[in-house]
């Protein structure tokens, strides 16, 4: 019998998927390795976890408030969804929980990205007409000066 070095590895125990739609959303690399970390951990049926900021930043060796700022990034991008979770004590105190994740749908993050691209193109369009509106206003008041 030969020795494998290597172990055969098990796609669907050892592995999860990551979109590739990911690496074209123009993330930064906290964003991708929060993602990714909540990708980990979500629940394949339910497309939801629960993990709170320091776990997730003890795996991704981020403080708790850089993965803070990282989730909120994510939900402005529309990666992720969030809501707030209740727990109770034995004594029946009601406490804040961890944060619910929901995995959004890649596509619906891509379709995201691209509206937020369209309208920064109009946004610079409109910016670009008014400084043109802008110079040719001041030119034909040169002109008016010049011809008194």
């Not at 959004?104 to 610079?124: G, L």
Request: proline content about 4%.
């Amino acid at each position: 019998m030969k020795y494998n070095k290597w172990p055969k590895r098990d796609p669907i125990k050892n592995y999860f998927p990551l979109p590739n739609e990911v690496f074209s959303l123009g993330l930064t690399t906290g964003e991708i390795a929060v993602y990714t970390y909540l990708m980990y951990c979500e629940d394949r049926d339910t497309w939801q976890c629960w993990p709170s900021y320091k776990t997730i930043g003890r795996a991704v060796g981020m403080s708790k408030k850089t993965v803070q700022k990282y989730v909120e990034m994510l939900v402005d991008k529309g990666l992720i969804l969030t809501e707030r979770t209740d727990i109770y004590t034995k004594e029946g105190l009601k406490l804040n929980g961890n944060l619910r994740y929901t995995i959004r749908p890649i596509h619906e993050a891509v379709q995201i990205f691209r509206e937020k691209q369209m309208q920064k193109i109009e946004e610079e369009n409109v910016r670009a007409r008014m400084a043109m509106l802008a110079a040719e206003q001041n030119n034909s008041f040169r002109w008016e000066e010049e011809g008194a």
